[in-house]
């Protein structure tokens, strides 16, 4: 066997537990302190780097004919040690390059070196390239440094870093052992500044504009609230960047954009992270056609620049970007896939009885506009897979946006979609600041009667429209979307460097007591006053029995669970039965739980019942919950049992 053979092991077949983890731990600290008694600083100081693994590869032979020394520097990824000879392989910013150490070549004492470093350790190697006999690019070593030792092992290498909560958690070790994700995040990159590249060459200024708001508006969205103790005055993390742009529309600035993070207090599920980035553009003398345009050259001239090509694949569906995208109206969309046709429908009992018949529920509140929006919400959006624009949203869904000459209930708005996903929403902005105020006014109606999404009254808006706001069309674009697309990510966590999780044993709320588990591994659960609490009455009408017992409960294990869009009460799951088949059962528990932290979870529910359709799904039985009130507000937990208990077994 050659010396640079790579030693074969065998997969293990568990990752390693906390006690073998702990002993690891213990050696690499032992031969750390063996470093320092040799004089060596385990954790060392600068080290120039003259070359990375990628430009040693491009210029190799230029490099070898000269025998340059070169210097390189990065992490430890494998070892293969034979007697005075080793050979690793080193992991820098370009990838991954062999390095060959002899002893006679960096002397007995250095070589003692090589003997204490583990996999994961960084280092840095001066050398000069050459290739081995198997054609590896390689470089031999003429001296080592230890950079920075690494006390904690990493992942396995064959199992890799798996676990997609530890994943996102420990990000750095993610970009370590996982190529894929530093590719993901170099894409990133390369979209973002191709983006920015693409608005400047055609006239767009880029600005900032403030984070923390006296006033969230610019979308329908529940806000992030914090305290300014200075100014004494409760302050909103934007939600959007609309308004204070378009104030510098009124301004003079023509042309303008910003790329920037925009924080949203909802759920978070796949396409949904509280805090995410956005690119929203405005131009003056424009309309939502021109942004239409605009938005055709954005995304297919970025496919191109930085993929090479506008043809890619999504989740394994090839989706063509080239323009043009075709255009629909959003009540030509809802008849094409429901055959109801709400085109001059303006009585809301007629919307109901349209909505009725394709059984799309909607609210009392709800006026035609949303119910036109409900019956495309639940039939459309996810037909959407190839490029496509979705205009002539109703009023009522778009208070900012400028009304149609024609049909003054209808607003010159479009949405565009990709693989059943808004990706952008644009329109012709509203400048007639006395249909503003009306429009706000009515947000302000809807939010005292508890929508909590709906816009505040923003005066100092107003004020800039009343001097004046030139015909104005504007666009957002959801980065963090389109970077999944782009890079066929399927989760907004897998775009995302540092993501949004929940606290690992952190409080919770006392409508949102777990398992009791928690309790049996000695965490304190949350106290509540039972004083405060009352219960409904015990049914004093007795069941009978035989129909009773025909209820099948059993024991379910939740797999995944995800926020419902356009709900703001549903959670989906996905649920083992125990049996073959995957069960969706949706619950309107939102309120009460964010659905990451029921993954994993085991509960109880009725796997009998006929489905029922909620928000175009079928929801295949019901989960047990507990439901009270405390304190005046309802309070609910989600029934949980002992994790030991099998998924499908019978409550009797």
Avoid at 142 to 157: A, G, H, M, Q
Avoid at 483 to 507: A, H, Q, W
């Amino acid at each position: 066997m050659s010396e640079e053979t790579k030693n074969i092991q065998v997969p293990e077949e568990e990752a390693i537990s906390e006690k073998e983890l702990n002993e690891q731990m213990q050696v690499r600290i032992n031969k750390m302190h063996q470093i320092e008694e040799h004089g060596w600083k385990p954790f060392g100081h600068k080290f120039e780097v003259t070359n990375y693994s990628g430009d040693i590869n491009q210029n190799f032979e230029e490099l070898a004919a000269n025998e340059t020394v070169v210097r390189v520097a990065g992490r430890i990824m494998a070892i293969r040690g034979h007697g005075k000879t080793c050979f690793m392989d080193m992991q820098d910013k370009d990838g991954r390059i062999q390095l060959y150490v002899r002893k006679d070549a960096i002397g007995e004492e250095k070589y003692a070196l090589i003997k204490l470093l583990d996999i994961g350790d960084i280092i840095g190697v001066s050398g000069t390239v050459f290739r081995t006999h198997m054609g590896e690019l390689s470089v031999k070593a003429v001296d080592v440094e230890i950079l920075s030792k690494s006390l904690r092992p990493l992942p396995e290498k064959w199992h890799g870093l798996k676990d997609v909560d530890t994943r996102y958690r420990q990000r750095y070790v993610d970009l370590i052992v996982n190529p894929k994700v530093r590719r993901t995040f170099v894409l990133r990159s390369k979209i973002i500044k191709t983006l920015r590249e693409i608005l400047d060459d055609n006239g767009y200024l880029e600005v900032e504009t403030p984070i923390m708001n006296t006033i969230p508006g610019g979308a329908a969205a529940r806000p992030f609230i914090t305290y300014h103790n200075a100014l004494d005055m409760q302050l909103y993390l934007r939600i959007a960047t609309e308004l204070h742009l378009k104030r510098l529309v009124v301004g003079g600035f023509d042309r303008v954009y910003e790329l920037g993070r925009v924080f949203r207090n909802e759920g978070i599920d796949i396409k949904h992270n509280p805090e995410f980035t956005s690119v929203e553009i405005y131009q003056a003398y424009g309309d939502y056609t021109d942004m239409m345009d605009l938005t055709e050259k954005i995304i297919s001239e970025i496919a191109q620049k930085v993929l090479g090509t506008m043809k890619i694949t999504y989740e394994g569906q090839e989706i063509d970007l080239t323009p043009p995208w075709p255009r629909l109206s959003m009540i030509e969309a809802v008849a094409k896939y429901t055959g109801q046709n709400f085109e001059g429908v303006t009585d809301v009992e007629t919307a109901r009885k349209m909505a009725d018949a394709i059984h799309v529920e909607y609210e009392p509140t709800f006026g035609v506009g949303k119910i036109i929006n409900a019956c495309f919400d639940e039939y459309v959006e996810d037909k959407l897979i190839q490029p496509v624009f979705i205009t002539g949203h109703p009023k009522e869904i778009s208070p900012l946006a400028k009304s149609n000459p024609d049909n003054p209930e209808i607003t010159d708005r479009f949405e565009g979609y990709i693989y059943g996903r808004e990706m952008c929403n644009g329109f012709t902005e509203l400048n007639d600041p006395i249909d503003q105020r009306e429009r706000f006014l009515k947000q302000v109606e809807e939010r005292n009667a508890g929508d909590e999404e709906a816009n505040m009254m923003d005066e100092d808006f107003l004020n800039a429209l009343e001097h004046g706001l030139p015909p104005t069309g504007g666009l957002g674009i959801g980065v963090d979307r389109l970077v999944m697309l782009l890079t066929d990510s399927s989760s907004i966590r897998d775009v995302l460097l540092f993501p949004t999780m929940k606290n690992i044993g952190g409080e919770k709320t006392a409508n949102k007591v777990n398992s009791a588990d928690e309790a049996a591994n000695g965490e304190a659960l949350p106290k509540i006053d039972l004083s405060k609490v009352k219960v409904d009455p015990l049914f004093e009408d007795f069941v009978d029995f035989d129909t009773f017992c025909k209820s099948d409960f059993r024991v379910v294990k939740v797999e995944a669970c995800e926020a419902v869009p356009k709900s703001k009460k549903l959670l989906r799951f996905t649920l083992n039965d125990g049996s073959d088949k995957k069960r969706t059962i949706l619950s309107g528990i939102r309120e009460f739980y964010e659905p990451e932290e029921l993954v994993g979870k085991t509960c109880v529910a009725i796997t009998n019942l006929p489905p029922r359709k909620m928000m175009g799904i079928d929801s295949e039985g019901m989960l047990i919950s507990a439901v009270y009130e405390y304190d005046g507000k309802e309070g609910l937990n989600l029934l949980m049992l002992d994790d030991n208990i099998p998924a499908g077994a019978k409550l009797r």
